[in-house]
């Protein structure tokens, strides 16, 4: 099982079924939603082999490719997943059939349209495995691509500034966390994320950068802060973290909604990924010490989104808010769990707890948010294209199982018990309020005003008395019903049974606490 080198199978999976639309032509829009949705499933089908052949009680890297490619340069084709790498592995499997399901209807170069949807899945695969810096920056800036012209060629009526903005934004954090690795690399002739991170606990690798560089006259603290600033701006926009997260409003309400699922599901989780693989094991040392303004930004990520959402009208906008809310909770995780506690095993328990928690929050926000577009999707599709807040009122006497399901998603978001939502938002705040406890506490609040702008969507949209224009608005098909089935039941699953992804990460989870040097 180990030698079949199934990872590059997954990845070439969807690159095989771009290849295929982009072969069918400009009239073959039904059979491209249905071979696009079938290459989803095959992903999907190889990622449940992946996961369940995962041997959950090592929390090293697992199915492992490695062979030379640019021997010159230090360049090796490597990749191989852990528990992190697994799980997004699945979310992404999981986003992309959803995404296809909400992007049914669109009726403008259909087959391109599945084409980048496939390719921006295959870019995501390769972003979630590499292990080699060359070979995961090619991923990193393709994924770029479609994303760019998803949102420019399908989107509302201001796509245009909006995928400009977006492509601006995060080019700018890629060129300067490719200045960094670039920096590193003429030091040090290495790529490799694992050997790096290597170097970087034995504190080896400032003092060789210096002295490759020539950097003498700088003490290796400002050399290993400057080359980190680099590198935390790439990773910062594309969460995004405030105040780098301006692009992503208009990103988000302006991409069609199908398209806003693979944002918000599965792309967005890359920021984190690299703040978990890069950021974390090869820069820790210098995030401890600048750990008070990262804090300082994961409460602003998390604050200032849910009261900028509260002042919303239009639902994707709120939603899209929304999203960077949540994003800013599993911020807090991971710059708690970097907070320096003198090997105490109390703590450390803690940093266990947190970072659990910023894993399966991970998860569950590419679930719970890729659901809740997809609704806003069907409600635009009933109402002709209306997703104003104020626009509706009293749809749950029309629309009842729609008001139901949309329902539970919105109470996932909320993180009420019982529901996927919950557990990681616990186990973050549970982990992070020792170790940080002013951070944790301020970040409350987010809590509080996500707590009115959802219920303020329930009684807005759904309460009330009945909008007499939509009188006639459709319940959802049984079609419709099934197909969100599978996403509804996992809400309840992870909520009622976290153990279900926990026990596939947590040794991965302690390797990397282990790991840290402080």
Avoid at 103 to 125: D, G, M, N, T
Avoid at 240 to 247: A, G, K, Q, R, S
Avoid at 338 to 354: I, Q, S, V, W
Avoid at 385 to 413: H, N, Q, W, Y
Wanted: glycine share 10%; charged share 10%; hydrophobic share 55%.
């Amino acid at each position: 099982m180990i030698a079949f080198p199934w990872i590059t199978v997954l990845t070439i999976v969807p690159v095989a079924g771009a290849l295929v639309l982009f072969g069918l032509g400009g009239r073959s829009a039904n059979p491209s939603r249905w071979l696009a949705l079938a290459f989803s499933f095959i992903a999907l089908v190889l990622t449940l082999i992946l996961w369940c052949h995962f041997d959950s009680a090592s929390g090293s890297l697992q199915f492992q490719e490695r062979h030379s490619w640019i021997s010159t340069l230090g360049v090796e084709y490597r990749v191989g997943i852990d528990g992190l790498g697994l799980l997004m592995l699945l979310l992404t499997s999981i986003v992309v059939p959803i995404g296809i399901a909400a992007s049914w209807k669109i009726q403008e170069r259909v087959p391109l349209y599945f084409s980048l949807v496939l390719l921006l899945e295959a870019c995501l695969f390769g972003t979630f495995t590499a292990l080699n810096f060359f070979h995961w920056f090619i991923f990193w800036e393709l994924s770029l691509i479609p994303a760019f012209f998803l949102i420019k060629l399908w989107g509302g009526p201001r796509s245009t500034p909006a995928a400009t903005q977006f492509l601006i934004y995060t080019m700018v954090g890629s060129i300067a966390m490719l200045l960094s690795f670039l920096a590193i690399f003429l030091a040090t002739r290495q790529f490799d994320f694992i050997e790096l991170a290597g170097l970087a606990r034995n504190g080896q690798l400032w003092p060789v950068v210096i002295d490759g560089l020539g950097w003498h006259r700088f003490s290796p603290d400002h050399v290993a802060l400057l080359i980190f600033a680099g590198a935390f701006l790439g990773f910062a926009v594309k969460v995004p973290m405030v105040p780098f997260h301006t692009w992503l409003p208009s990103a988000y309400s302006e991409a069609p909604t199908g398209t806003t699922i693979l944002l918000t599901g599965a792309m967005s989780k890359m920021g984190l990924y690299g703040f978990l693989r890069i950021l974390v094991p090869i820069f820790g040392a210098e995030m401890q010490v600048v750990l008070t303004p990262l804090l300082w930004l994961a409460v602003a990520t998390v604050v200032l989104s849910a009261y900028a959402a509260l002042a919303q009208k239009d639902l994707k906008r709120i939603f899209a808010y929304s999203s960077i809310n949540h994003l800013g909770y599993c911020l807090l995780g991971i710059f708690a769990v970097m907070k320096f506690t003198g090997g105490d095993t109390a703590l450390t328990a803690e940093k266990y707890a947190a970072m659990d928690g910023v894993l399966l929050q991970m998860f569950n926000h590419g679930l719970t948010a890729a659901t809740l577009f997809w609704f806003v999707a069907m409600l635009e599709e009933r109402s002709g294209g209306v997703r104003g807040l104020d626009e509706f009122g009293g749809l749950r006497k029309v629309i009842p199982v729609f008001t139901g399901l949309m329902g539970i998603a919105l109470f996932s978001s909320l993180g009420l018990p019982g529901l996927n939502g919950f557990v990681g938002e616990f186990l973050i705040f549970k982990g992070s309020f020792p170790l940080v406890t002013w951070a944790t506490a301020l970040s409350v609040i987010g809590l509080l005003v996500t707590a009115i702008f959802i219920l303020g969507i329930l009684q807005r949209v759904f309460s009330g008395p009945l909008n007499e224009r939509w009188r006639a608005m459709p319940d959802l098909t049984m079609g419709e019903r099934l197909t969100l089935a599978p996403a509804i039941g996992l809400m309840f699953a992870l909520g009622l049974y976290p153990q279900l992804v926990l026990g596939v990460i947590n040794n991965t989870v302690i390797r990397m606490v282990q790991q840290l040097k402080f």
